[in-house]
């Protein structure tokens, strides 16, 4: 906002000066250092060749210009190469009253004419429940996609359900064998619970098997060959492909209890979709697209009948892409799901949320997209994140390891309605507002954690410290905003009216709130740029921290001035919308009494 401003001021200086044709957007202002005086710094060092001045000079004449000519310049200091630039401070009022006339400060609307942005991410197996590592994926994921919608383009969210395969058929022979054909009901559990105890099963089974043979003297690969349990598994993986209507049936049976357990988990995280795509049904459209790119040449076969890409002209190796027997592998799999993708959307941009496990697999699906005629294969983005443990290391699925999500998310609701009625925070509320507050402040908690971490690095969650009201952390900001709702009430209750605060001079402290809240549209676009909710989960942590010690400093309604108290009124209201929309960005909600 005034960074623009300033920035367009000066590209008209240099054109006006210097006869310097410079891009405004090229023209970023920072916050003066704090030593020295002034708002905004330009820095004048990329202009000082072309407009043959020393740096000094030239900053003078520029600071000089922008006093003159532009009103909400008051004044100028130089050092060196740097022009710190004072903005009169009744222009503040103006930009706070331009932050409370939009509704949806911050969020730039899609026009007609705007790119389609397809975001995938979650992608679960259905042999297990959703853990805590989905849930950094999934909360990502949602988040990116309604940044990416906030800065101006249509979104389309994905899911692609690994629904195939054989882990899904150690699932389904576990069940036949050991659960005496119990059905979630019967078991009391959620569908996707039941399915994952069955691929445990499997696992414990199968290493047991395994102990047996190794104790006859078996070495390791001897005895993985000679594994009843794992052929039968395969069988079942065979039977499937053929399409026996038995292990269909019970392969249908078995997912639909799963997908009846992902909504349930989906729907408490808030989360959804706009299309699902299923391997089962992507697959076979991935096998034809590269029979397709084999007879164009695009592709090669070896002598024993697979079917391979040759990527070294890229710098990287051969890949493979359908075996010997015709079979699929993940890679063709999702050329598949692109292909049905491209016939459903009209995609410009295509957005992979995936660990940086998988970061050659999309380096490679890059470059065969573009090989086979996808247009915006070469541009696809894979949103590479890190992996999430805990204080004590790794999970795994298969040794029953993993923290459960729906697990984790009823802990951390628990844990928030605990410390919240230590703190006092629920006195005199009802039981439906305690248990309203403890869900908001729950999962508040864990989604900010999660996502204020640079997406880039590894994380440890510690469900401990997310859940603290002090610090960075989703309670604390929830807490700020419900402070700040406070106000407001109390304000509208006591009948103060609207004064114009147009010729208040705001002191320090709220001019640096009014400029922390002018930051907020260019924080947006950066994070859409750089793919980052991080961003968004520390500037609303920053500006409710900047909040608190102007509430602190400054008196609101005890003000005696009413120009003076609308004016902080004004900007209570600001921070609030500006804390609510930064945190539905994120997909956590904001309690209005807390």
């Keep these: 906002m005034i960074d623009k401003i300033i920035a367009q001021a000066t590209a008209r200086a240099l054109a006006s000066l210097y006869n310097l044709n410079v891009d405004p957007a090229s023209i970023v202002p920072q ?27 030239l900053a003078n004449a520029l600071g000089q210009y922008l006093v003159e000519t532009e009103a909400a310049v008051e004044a100028f200091n130089v050092v060196k190469g740097f022009l710190n630039i004072v903005i009169a401070p009744t222009y503040w009022n103006n930009i706070l009253k331009d932050i409370e006339a939009r509704p949806n400060y911050g969020i730039k609307e899609a026009g007609s004419d705007a790119p389609l942005v397809m975001v995938e991410y979650s992608s679960p197996n259905t042999n297990k429940p959703l853990h805590l590592g989905h849930l950094r994926n999934i909360l990502l994921g949602s988040s990116l ?44 559990i959620k569908g996707d619970h ?18 047996e043979l190794k104790a006859k003297g078996m070495s390791d690969e001897e005895a993985e060959a000679a594994s009843t349990l794992m052929a039968d598994a395969r069988s079942m993986l065979r039977a499937w492909e053929a399409g026996d209507p038995e292990v269909r049936a019970l392969w249908q049976k078995m997912n639909g209890w799963v997908y009846a357990g992902f909504d349930e988990t989906y729907k408490r995280m808030g989360v959804g979709f706009d299309k699902i795509y299923y391997e089962s049904q992507t697959y076979l459209d991935g096998k034809k697209k590269v029979l397709e790119g084999l007879e164009k040449g695009l592709l090669y076969r070896r002598d024993d009948g697979s079917v391979w890409a040759d990527l070294t002209p890229q710098g990287l190796d051969h890949k493979l892409l359908l075996r010997s027997d015709g079979t699929s592998v993940y890679m063709t799999q999702d050329i598949g ?30 470059i065969l997209l573009d090989r086979l005629g996808f247009k915006w294969g070469k541009d696809l983005v894979h949103f590479s994140y ?15 390891t993993v923290v459960d999500a729906d697990d984790l998310m009823a802990e951390m609701v628990a844990t928030a309605r605990e410390v919240s009625q ?58 700020t905003y419900a402070r700040i709702r406070s106000v407001l009430r109390r304000s509208a209750d006591e009948g103060f009216n609207t004064a114009d605060y147009s010729q208040v001079v705001p002191n320090e402290r709220e001019i640096t709130l009014i400029q922390r809240l002018a930051d907020f549209p260019d924080t947006v676009a950066q994070a859409g740029r750089e793919y980052s909710p991080a961003l968004i989960a520390n500037y609303a942590y920053d500006l409710v921290k900047e909040y608190n010690q102007f509430y602190h400093d400054c008196s609101i309604l005890r003000e005696e001035d009413p120009a003076k108290r609308s004016l902080r009124l004004a900007l209570s209201d600001a921070t609030a919308k500006t804390v609510r929309t930064a945190m539905s960005l994120l997909g956590i909600n904001v309690p209005e009494r807390m």
């Design 145 to 188: 996609s309604k940044i990416i919608a906030a800065c101006g383009n249509k979104v389309v969210k994905t899911n692609i359900v690994n629904d195939r395969g054989i882990h899904i058929c150690k699932s389904m022979l576990a069940w036949q064998r050991w659960f005496d054909g119990k059905t979630p009901q019967e078991a009391g």
């Design 31 to 57: 916050a003066t250092r704090k030593e020295f005086e002034g708002n905004l710094t330009i820095v004048v060092f990329p202009w000082v060749k072309a407009a043959r001045l020393a740096p000094e000079a």
């Design 337 to 366: 799901t692109a292909k049905q993708r491209f016939d459903d959307y009209p995609i410009d941009k295509m957005i992979y949320v995936v660990g940086n496990e998988q970061n050659y697999h999309f380096q490679v699906l890059s």
């Design 194 to 211: 039941l399915v994952g105890d069955c691929y445990v099963a499997f696992d414990k089974h199968y290493k047991a098997e395994l102990k």
């Design 386 to 400: 890190g992996m999430v443990e805990l204080p004590e290391g790794k999970m795994k699925s298969r040794e029953g």
């Design 422 to 479: 230590q703190l006092g925070k629920l006195d005199g509320l009802s039981e439906k507002e305690i248990d309203d507050i403890a869900e908001t402040v729950g999962m508040g908690a864990l989604k900010y954690f999660l996502l204020k971490v640079d997406p880039r690095k590894n994380m440890t969650f510690n469900p401990k410290e997310s859940i603290d009201f002090n610090g960075n952390t989703g309670p604390f900001i929830q807490y």
